[in-house]
């Protein structure tokens, strides 16, 4: 099938530091890419996947689950460890999710996370009843574009396909458990207002890692895909002084290059 038009993913050769970047359950890269454009831009080396099952259409990710998703970030990490000397992970939604899963397994090999808005718990009740709804109806409304900012639109799917929810529901209490185990620097933004993933997913996290260096910020003027909105700048800024502080500095400038090929 097709990519849906800014659902490419992206990578940046640039310096010896590198960043992953994990975009949210039926989203796409193109709700990160500024974020990861901005980092490229002063030196970094970026990569931006895109998780199976997205940026085509919501019946391809029925067939996926979170151990897919996980998979091609793991892939994706253990390609920036084998060229850089640093790594730093940041996610958006469940991205958020998989960045700390992929800190809890790798440790050292990860020097620090940024987390914005990450999603480990359910909000709602009614998820307790997709184990057996979503035999019965497949898809739901779509929960793209949470956006505060006039004209801000995100690229994801308009419906949300109820065997993938089944799944990431599984993927969140693996997730809280491992949790303990994160011991990285952690930067984590969440906004005020959020209508897909509650700020007490926020608190969970903050209350159950073990991570001595944390920062909390709390955005208030953007709802959920807060890096496609009025605080997306402060998240570029804060991201790269959090990565600055934390690493031998900034590398050299390299080629962006869309579709998965390293360039430079």
């Not at 979170?66 to 994706?76: H, K």
């Not at 940024?114 to 035999?135: E, M, Q």
């Not at 419906?159 to 969140?172: C, E, N, Q």
């Amino acid at each position: 099938m097709p990519l849906m038009p800014g659902a490419e993913p992206y990578r940046h050769d640039g310096g010896e530091i590198g960043v992953l970047l994990c975009h949210g359950f039926t989203g796409s890269p193109q709700s990160l890419r500024p974020w990861g454009e901005y980092l490229a831009e002063r030196g970094l080396t970026v990569s931006l996947p895109l998780l199976p099952g997205h940026g085509t259409r919501w019946q391809d990710m029925q067939v996926t689950g979170w151990q897919d998703w996980y998979a091609e970030v793991d892939r994706a990490l253990g390609e920036l460890a084998g060229r850089c000397s640093q790594v730093f992970v940041g996610g958006l939604s469940m991205g958020g999710t998989l960045a700390l899963r992929l800190a809890a397994r790798h440790g050292a090999r990860i020097s620090g996370l940024v987390l914005v808005n990450p999603s480990v718990k359910a909000d709602s009740a009614k998820l307790k009843a997709v184990s057996v709804v979503r035999h019965l109806v497949p898809s739901v409304a779509g929960i793209a574009s949470d956006v505060a900012l006039e004209g801000g639109a995100e690229v994801g799917y308009d419906r949300t396909p109820l065997h993938a929810v089944h799944s990431l529901a599984r993927f969140w209490p693996v997730v809280r458990a491992s949790l303990p185990q994160v011991t990285q620097p952690v930067l984590l933004l969440h906004s005020r207002v959020d209508h897909v993933v509650h700020p007490s997913n926020s608190a969970v996290v903050l209350g159950s890692i073990s991570s001595t260096d944390v920062t909390e910020k709390v955005l208030e003027r953007s709802f959920h895909v807060a890096t496609l909105d009025h605080d997306a700048e402060r998240i570029f800024t804060e991201s790269y002084a959090f990565i600055e502080r934390l690493s031998a500095g900034a590398g050299t400038s390299g080629t962006a290059v869309e579709g998965g090929t390293a360039g430079g």
